[in-house]
């Protein structure tokens, strides 16, 4: 386990031997104590869908990473490494407890998607490496919520393709999850000062945003033996170089791509636009203005249109098209993204 931030990139298995664990073990029943509750044993419908295999092999995929994150917070604050360090003794214990509990829970979400998959006949799905892009504690909590925000908005979209396939019969177990990465985003909601519940209805994300996301920002490129597995596409990414949390106010933002990316036209930019996300709105298309080409990097600017009527606090996640739109849902943006997504908070 790392305990240096960003010092060598963290692998799997754990101290308790985690994902290789035989199911039932001591190791299991440990850890379905400490994360104060079980795996559901509901027996799983005769037959799925291919398309709900993806939406289970993303799931794990994820689960994977949730779980090298906490353990690495968790061991940071643990070994008082520097800007971790926790001084209030009932604080920094209460704080360990919780995210032990999280950790096993996120053990538990990958053992729930991974063993249907297995059951299905179906490969599991593999640990990458990761690096996580914060030096501290308050940077690390505000990245969980975020990426706890993208989590939740995706697997709403896994519940609704659920539901059009067919697999209704799944639906109950990831709503369960649902709930608790809700759980978890109000709680770090509240460790940076703000109100527990960001939204009355929350950010929607793709699959698309969601895998893109976690191998642009956290995986070891070539690490993942389980990444040519699913199928479902990965960006270039899109950077939002406007620092901090963005006022909740309308102002410009400012992003860039790497000119190594394709997707980018060489003749005409006319025909790309910057669209946001957020709570169940329609997207929102922006045009791009004030575009420089250099060596490694394209920047430009786009209209960011806050309204506290339709356009509300949280999530918004920002993507790059090859289309002018309209768009009539974050899925019909996804299939015509060429780079993104790049995931806003609004504070």
């Not at 400490?34 to 799983?44: R, Y």
């Not at 006022?247 to 992003?255: C, L, N, W």
């Amino acid at each position: 386990m790392s305990t240096v931030v960003s010092a060598v990139p963290f692998s799997f298995p754990l101290a308790n031997s985690f994902p290789n664990i035989t199911i039932p073990s001591e190791q299991f029943t440990i850890i379905e104590e400490t994360a104060h509750g079980s795996v559901p044993n509901e027996a799983p419908p005769p037959s799925i869908q291919a398309n709900t295999l993806i939406s289970l092999q993303l799931i794990a995929f994820n689960e994977l990473f949730e779980t090298a994150f906490f353990t690495e917070l968790i061991s940071n604050i643990t070994n008082n490494v520097d800007g971790y360090r926790i001084q209030d003794g009932a604080t920094r214990s209460f704080l360990l407890d919780t995210l032990t509990a999280i950790q096993a829970q996120e053990e538990l979400h990958y053992f729930n998607a991974n063993g249907a998959l297995v059951h299905f006949k179906r490969p599991s799905i593999q640990p990458c490496q990761y690096t996580f892009p914060v030096s501290n504690f308050e940077d690390a909590i505000a990245l969980a919520s975020t990426f706890n925000d993208v989590v939740i908005g995706t697997l709403s979209e896994v519940i609704s393709l659920l539901g059009q396939d067919g697999d209704d019969g799944l639906i109950k177990g990831v709503a369960a999850v649902i709930g608790q990465e809700g759980g978890q985003s109000g709680y770090f909601r509240s460790l940076q000062g703000k109100i527990p519940s960001a939204l009355p209805f929350l950010t929607s994300s793709t699959r698309e945003f969601a895998f893109s996301a976690l191998n642009q920002g956290f995986i070891v490129p070539g690490s993942c033996p389980s990444s040519q597995v699913i199928d479902v596409p990965i960006f270039a990414a899109l950077n939002v170089l406007t620092s901090g949390n963005i006022a909740a106010e309308t102002k410009r933002v400012q992003f860039s791509v790497s000119t190594e990316s394709s997707g980018w036209p060489s003749d005409n930019s006319s025909c790309l636009s910057v669209v946001y996300i957020n709570q169940q709105n329609t997207p929102i298309v922006e045009k791009l203005e004030n575009i420089v080409v250099s060596d490694n990097e394209i920047t430009f600017d786009a209209n960011f249109p806050y309204d506290a009527g339709t356009f509300g606090n949280g999530l918004t996640i920002a993507a790059l098209t090859k289309s002018t739109g309209p768009f009539d849902s974050e899925h019909a943006v996804a299939l015509a993204t060429t780079f993104g997504p790049g995931l806003i908070e609004i504070n």
